[in-house]
């Protein structure tokens, strides 16, 4: 019998997240991980779309998988954090003027 693994796979919205641990057999991958885990029926998206990761390092679908690996499906950005940051702080300057 094949070495099984177990893996976590996580996805996360503003209004809902999704984790879900899946064994696989030992070789398994990042897209089969995802594919296992059920997250594009449960939260009805296209997960081929989405960048992935594994404990938040970017990976190919193609990365071989380890026992207690968590699989992490990224969302884009709606706002460049940096760009954020620059207009937070040309208001906080102009309120002390």
């Known amino acids: 019998m094949p070495e099984r693994i177990f893996v976590e796979v996580?996805?996360?919205?503003?209004s809902r997240q999704f984790l879900r641990r899946?064994?696989?057999?030992?070789?398994?991958?990042?897209?089969?991980?995802?594919?296992?885990?059920?997250?594009a029926a449960a939260?009805?998206?296209?997960?081929?779309?989405?960048?992935?990761?594994?404990?938040?390092?970017?990976?190919?679908?193609?990365?071989l998988l380890h026992d207690g690996d968590r699989v992490e499906l990224y969302r884009a950005l709606k706002a460049d954090p940096k760009e954020s940051r620059r207009r937070r702080a040309e208001r906080a300057r102009s309120t002390k003027r």
């Not at 939260?43 to 990365?63: D, M, N, Q, Y």
């Open 10 to 14: 996580a996805y996360a919205e503003p």
């Open 22 to 39: 899946v064994e696989l057999d030992a070789g398994a991958t990042v897209g089969d991980a995802i594919e296992a885990s059920g997250v």
């Open 43 to 63: 939260c009805a998206i296209e997960p081929s779309s989405l960048a992935c990761g594994i404990w938040s390092k970017p990976v190919p679908r193609t990365a």
